[in-house]
C-alpha cells in the first residue's frame, strides 16, 4: 500500500504541513513513523482530511468533527454514506445559523448609517430607540468635554450648564448633529 508523506499530503489536500501536525495532535488523524521518525499517512487520510476540510467550511468546530469522526468503527475514514448521516446531525445548528445570518443581513438594511444610533428603526445598534430617551443627535459619538478633571466646561451649546457635549468632527445645530 502506498503511503504519503505530510509535503504530499499537504500538497493532494490543499492544506498547510502545519494544520496537518495540529489535526494530528487533535487526534482527527493519525500517521505511522518510519525508522528515520518521518510521518507516513496512508491514501484514505486524503479522505479523512477533505472531510474535516469541507466539516469546518460549514462551520462546524474541530471538537464536534473529533466527536463525529470518533463515531466511525475502528477510526476509519468517511464513507458517502458516514458523511451523509453525520452532516445530518449539523443540520439543525446549520439552519439555526443561517437564520441568524438572514436575519443580520436583513437588519443591516433597515439602518441608512447615517450614524445618529437613536431612529428607532436601527435594530442591530440601537434596539426600541433607547439612545433617544438620552436626547438628540447620535448619542454614542457625542464626547463631554471637560477642561479639569471631573469639570465639564460650559459654553458651545449656550446653555451654560457646563453639559455641553459635541459630535465628534461633525456640525451640531439646533440639537442635531450631522
Known amino acids: 500500500m502506498h503511503e504519503l508523506t505530510v509535503?504530499?499530503?499537504?500538497?493532494?489536500?490543499?492544506?498547510?504541513?502545519?494544520?496537518?501536525?495540529?489535526y494530528e495532535s487533535k487526534g482527527l488523524i493519525s500517521s505511522r513513523r518510519t525508522a528515520g521518525n518521518q510521518r507516513r499517512f496512508t491514501r484514505d487520510t486524503l479522505r479523512r482530511v477533505s472531510f474535516i476540510r469541507v466539516s469546518q467550511?460549514?462551520?462546524?468546530?474541530?471538537s464536534q468533527i473529533k466527536e463525529a469522526l470518533s463515531t466511525l468503527p475502528?477510526?476509519?475514514?468517511?464513507t458517502v454514506d458516514d458523511w451523509a448521516r453525520l452532516s445530518e446531525t449539523w443540520r439543525e445548528e446549520l439552519d439555526e445559523r443561517i437564520a441568524q445570518l438572514l436575519n443580520l443581513r436583513d437588519s443591516l438594511t433597515e439602518c441608512i448609517g447615517c450614524g445618529c444610533l437613536s431612529i428607532n428603526k436601527c435594530a442591530l445598534a440601537n434596539p426600541y430607540d433607547r439612545l433617544g430617551d438620552e436626547g438628540p443627535g447620535p448619542r454614542?459619538?457625542?464626547?463631554?468635554?471637560?477642561?479639569?478633571?471631573?469639570?465639564?466646561?460650559?459654553?458651545?451649546?449656550?446653555?451654560g450648564d457646563g453639559t455641553e457635549e459635541h459630535h465628534r468632527g461633525g456640525n451640531c445645530d439646533a440639537g442635531s448633529c450631522t
Open 74 to 78: 475502528e477510526g476509519r475514514t468517511p
Open 140 to 159: 454614542r459619538l457625542l464626547v463631554r468635554h471637560t477642561d479639569a478633571p471631573g469639570r465639564a466646561r460650559s459654553g458651545g451649546d449656550g446653555n
Open 57 to 62: 467550511r460549514v462551520g462546524i468546530p474541530l
Open 7 to 22: 509535503g504530499q499530503l499537504a500538497e493532494r489536500s490543499g492544506v498547510a504541513v502545519s494544520a496537518l501536525h495540529f
